[in-house]
């Protein structure tokens, strides 16, 4: 069954069926094909709701045990709704709902249109609910004041007692029928109202709502749905009593049953998901990140039915978390950042078990965490890179000694090993040389010597060759990159020439840098890692096109600000642009002092910009600048990373977590560097010492970044952390008239003893800010 598809609804238990009353058996059959509600355990997880004081639930055995069927007038309101909570010995597993990324990695959305084209049931006629917010908070007001919470007890057992009920509360407008992606219908101030006031109230109004929850989710399960369902849905999940684990059993069944919904209604609650506040959308993945984490370590194992009886609960969680990051992903600039949604938990699992289950069942019904991978926090996806990495490694290194072997040759310890010998004065050729003759051994541990210099590669010079070798081919004068002073960065060159094979280098840099855990000092935009991982796996038809991806002015703009403004401001004149900027569907570029012209579209030179095709005209030019003038160099550079890189780990990652890999965080904590610093000949008590930290931590930004460039070769941060920098700062027995010195081979900074902070500080400064390029020594 697709991941949208519905599950039929299991047969009841008997306990159930005993439940109802004679005389409504004949009009209820389909209450028989109801799902449980609870696994075994239920007894336990309804002990924890004995334990919740002000703002969570209290005793609740009572109504799990003895729950009385529905009054048969609707009029009659005095009591809640109730239905039997059985203890259910064996409950089914969820079906899948896991998305397979490496068929699709985020839940398509875009194709469908606003008006949904699946079928559109006929909503049901509400209740009245003559309720509005200001009632309701005079309501609020007045219990607080009198202590009679009556007619707020009311509107909860109405309001939560059923779907239809849900929707005559809250929606906007009970005769609209709100069929549309763009407009839920929903007073979100006024659920907000009600939400927020619920955890204050007494215990009775707490237990009410969630008896009506449980009552709305038994006898919604069956049926296509209608948008009214949705909503009740997208209502419920807001409700902050889930944030207590007394309330988990009756949470993992809402979830199981927004998870199971159709994809045209996935599409619709994405889009209603985009328009919550970014503190209520916040606090709902809070919420299910939680849900999750406490499923898997349980701090209370007894609050929950064994996780054999309950193994649907993270997959569904996990899908209903995918449609919350999708509508995060829709929005630009997102309500969240996307490492919110990152589960730190996850870290101490056994992510490779996690990986090769993914690798080996792919969008089976076995449940794996790298289907969802929005989840997986960038330490513990480096960690997958890595093991992955290390494996491939061994496994190139072994084949090569059974080869030797085989052959009866004497085995070398060297042949597992990419050992690079260059010469300093040739060192881009004698790279690229030697990478080309070594393409088999890529895979393989990074051992470099430069020729004539003795010296065993400890990491140092590995670091060093790789530092000389970027700083070269991105120097201006080498024509591979021109760097935009703009946008502080580089980008690939137009020029065409008849090798494009150092580009192909570079990508293989990228691609070593990242298998051996090594920080590049590359100023690429975002753009291009998307690029990248367009597609994340290299194509087995050589005819696909490679590092080609949909662009807009956001892309344009973070290498070219001036030029994607010029073109937004086109797009938003008022005038004739055909007559006032006289321009064509032709654009011109400079080549080695010759001015080429270029056609975005057949007889483009003859096609002039009007008002009605200028937006033609910007997208063509964008992929045109981004994409078609530099697909030789591009593919080059996307073909050499991955014949390093060629792992389906790829497809775990954002472009942006490509780039932390790749070049490192930006985000610096200098107190963590000083908690991870080593010293050699200073001790962290001594005055220099002392003097130091005082110094650095009283930095701006931008000081502390021309340190750790002067000292590491690099203003980012290893994915690790500073810990992974393994930063010394040695004694420099020489006169405090020096400035200091760096190795950035070792990520060492040698100190002379200086007497004062005020000379400490003064010297410093003018070490960190006139050093040329690495700050190489």
Excluded at 416 to 421: D, R, T
Aim: with cysteine; hydrophobic share 35%; proline share 6%.
């Amino acid at each position: 069954m697709s991941e949208a598809g519905r599950v039929p609804s299991p047969a009841a238990p008997p306990e159930l069926a005993a439940a109802a009353p004679e005389d409504r058996k004949g009009r209820e059959p389909e209450r028989e094909k109801l799902p449980p509600i609870v696994s075994a355990g239920a007894g336990a997880a309804a002990a924890g709701l004995d334990r919740g004081s002000k703002g969570q639930t209290s005793t609740f055995s009572s109504f799990i045990s003895t729950v009385n069927q529905k009054k048969e007038a609707a009029e009659n309101r005095s009591s809640p709704t109730h239905l039997i909570f059985p203890n259910i010995k064996n409950v089914r597993d969820l079906p899948s709902i896991c998305l397979d990324v490496r068929q699709k990695q985020r839940i398509s959305v875009d194709p469908l249109s606003s008006e949904i084209k699946a079928p559109v049931l006929p909503e049901p006629v509400l209740p009245r609910q003559p309720k509005t917010m200001k009632d309701f908070q005079e309501d609020v007001e007045k219990a607080k004041s009198t202590g009679d919470w009556k007619a707020v007890h009311d509107f909860y057992l109405t309001t939560f007692d059923s779907f239809p009920e849900l929707n005559a509360a809250f929606k906007k407008d009970a005769t609209a029928s709100f069929n549309t992606i763009e407009d839920s219908g929903i007073n979100a101030k006024f659920v907000n109202a009600v939400y927020d006031a619920l955890l204050n109230t007494p215990q009775d109004i707490q237990k009410t709502v969630l008896k009506g929850i449980i009552n709305s989710l038994l006898r919604e399960w069956k049926g296509p749905r209608t948008k009214d369902d949705l909503r009740a849905y997208f209502i419920l999940l807001q409700n902050p009593q889930f944030n207590n684990t007394s309330t988990y059993v009756i949470y993992a069944h809402l979830l199981r049953q927004i998870a199971t919904l159709v994809e045209a209604d996935h599409h619709f609650l994405v889009h209603w998901f985009k328009k919550i506040s970014q503190k209520r959308f916040k606090q709902l993945v809070e919420r299910l990140l939680q849900f999750i984490s406490l499923r898997l370590f349980p701090a209370k194992p007894e609050e929950f039915p064994p996780i054999t009886k309950c193994s649907w609960w993270i997959p569904s969680a996990s899908k209903v978390l995918a449609l919350l990051n999708t509508a995060n992903s829709l929005i630009h600039p997102s309500l969240i950042p996307y490492t919110d949604f990152y589960n730190s938990t996850l870290d101490h699992i056994d992510l490779m078990e996690e990986y090769h289950t993914w690798q080996s069942f792919g969008n089976s019904h076995r449940f794996s965490f790298c289907q969802y991978p929005f989840v997986i926090s960038i330490a513990a996806k480096k960690i997958i890179i890595q093991r992955d990495s290390e494996q491939q490694m061994i496994s190139i290194a072994r084949q090569s000694l059974v080869d030797k072997v085989s052959r009866r040759q004497r085995p070398d310890m060297n042949m597992l090993f990419l050992n690079m010998k260059v010469r300093r004065t040739h060192l881009v050729s004698d790279s690229l040389d030697e990478l080309t003759r070594k393409r088999a051994d890529l895979k393989k541990k990074l051992k470099v010597t430069f020729v004539g210099e003795a010296g065993l590669d400890m990491g140092g010079l590995t670091k060093e060759w790789f530092l000389l070798l970027i700083r070269q081919i991105f120097h201006p004068d080498y024509g591979m990159f021109t760097y935009h002073k703009d946008s502080h960065c580089h980008w690939f060159s137009s020029f065409k020439c008849d090798n494009y094979s150092e580009f192909r280098l570079v990508g293989i840099l990228m691609g070593l840098a990242v298998y051996n855990s090594i920080t590049l000092d590359i100023r690429f935009p975002p753009c291009c890692y998307k690029k990248l991982l367009s597609p994340p796996i290299i194509p087995s038809d050589q005819n696909i096109p490679v590092g080609i991806c949909s662009v807009t002015t956001d892309d344009l703009c973070q290498i070219m600000p001036e030029l994607a403004h010029g073109l937004s401001e086109l797009l938003s004149y008022e005038g004739n642009v055909e007559e006032d900027f006289y321009s064509t569907f032709q654009v011109f570029q400079e080549e080695f002092g010759i001015i080429k012209s270029y056609n975005l579209k057949p007889g483009g030179d003859k096609i002039p910009v009007t008002n009605q095709n200028r937006k033609e005209y910007v997208q063509l030019y964008i992929d045109f600048l981004l994409n078609k003038s530099i697909y030789k160099q591009f593919a080059a550079f996307y073909y050499g990373f991955h014949s390093v890189c060629a792992s389906n780990a790829l497809m775990l990652l954002r472009p942006e977590e490509v780039e932390i890999l790749v070049c490192g965080s930006p985000e610096l904590d200098m107190y963590a560097l000083q908690r991870s610093t080593q010293y050699d000949g200073y001790a962290k008590t001594d005055l220099t010492i002392r003097y130091f930290w005082d110094v650095v931590l009283g930095f701006p930004l931008d000081l502390q970044k021309k340190l750790l460039h002067f000292t590491t070769g690099s203003d980012r941060v290893p994915v690790g952390g500073m810990a992974d920098l393994n930063f010394k700062i040695s004694k420099n027995e020489t006169s405090t008239n020096w400035l200091p010195v760096a190795h950035t081979c070792f990520n060492q900074l040698c100190l002379p003893p200086y007497k004062s902070k005020k000379d400490l500080k003064q010297k410093l400064i003018i070490g960190i800010s006139n050093s040329e390029g690495f700050g190489l020594e």
